[in-house]
């Protein structure tokens, strides 16, 4: 983040994408704040659900959205970033971003499975045959229940909102800058609407989650 704030502050023209107003190009910024919303909750759900059942470290967790992909959280800085990029950054970023993605998290991720399998030698072994490493399966994603692998509790939400409210504000903070500057404000103002209505979307969609987490254990707890 700190890198990417540099950049825009010393290169803008160079890195920032001017807004033509085509209908791909909205669609594809719609695209990379929907991402950005979809990586934070399957961030949340990925730390909240560690926090409350990894005993200490001393459990191997093999539920919530680690039922899908053994590294959640790392899948959810992905599409963050990934939305970053396709919200306000020229195409062409899309290849730094990847790339600096590949050399910062999977080293991380091959010494982390290093780590893992020295502590549960036998169950992290038959985990990672069953659990893709970062990329889901549709396949799984289609057959399970989502409340079962992105599990949500708003409690969790509280302790990010900090973080999140940042990031967007600093993303709004450029992308304002430059529509009005090329476009004037009636277009901003369209613009807005979209992500609003976005943001809704995914306010509710965290809300059903929520829900549908606290009845799942509510039933379990029966």
């Not at 020295?118 to 889901?136: D, H, L, Q, T």
Request: hydrophobic fraction near 55%; glycine fraction near 6%.
């Amino acid at each position: 983040m700190g890198i990417a704030a540099l950049i825009i502050v010393f290169f803008p023209r160079v890195f920032i994408r001017r807004y033509s107003g085509g209908f791909w190009e909205e669609a594809v910024e719609l695209l990379g704040f929907a991402l950005i919303f979809l990586g934070q909750i399957i961030r949340v759900s990925a730390r909240g659900y560690k926090a409350e059942n990894s005993q200490e470290s001393q459990a191997l967790i093999q539920g919530g959205p680690y039922q899908v992909v053994r590294n959640p959280m790392y899948l959810g800085i992905f599409l963050i970033g990934l939305g970053v990029v396709l919200a306000i950054f020229q195409w062409w970023a899309v290849i730094i971003f990847l790339i600096v993605f590949i050399i910062r998290y999977l080293l991380l991720i091959y010494k982390e499975e290093a780590k893992l399998s020295a502590i549960f030698p036998g169950s992290y072994k038959e985990y990672c045959k069953k659990v893709p490493r970062i990329f889901p399966s549709l396949l799984t994603l289609i057959k399970l229940d989502i409340s079962a692998y992105l599990p949500i509790k708003l409690a969790w939400f509280q302790k990010e909102i900090g973080s999140m409210s940042t990031l967007l504000l600093l993303i709004l903070l450029v992308e304002s800058w430059e529509d009005i500057a090329t476009n004037g404000l009636r277009v901003y103002f369209q613009q807005l609407a979209w992500l609003v209505l976005t943001f809704a979307l995914f306010a509710i969609f965290v809300i059903l989650l929520s829900k549908w987490t606290s009845k799942n254990h509510e039933n379990i707890s029966k």
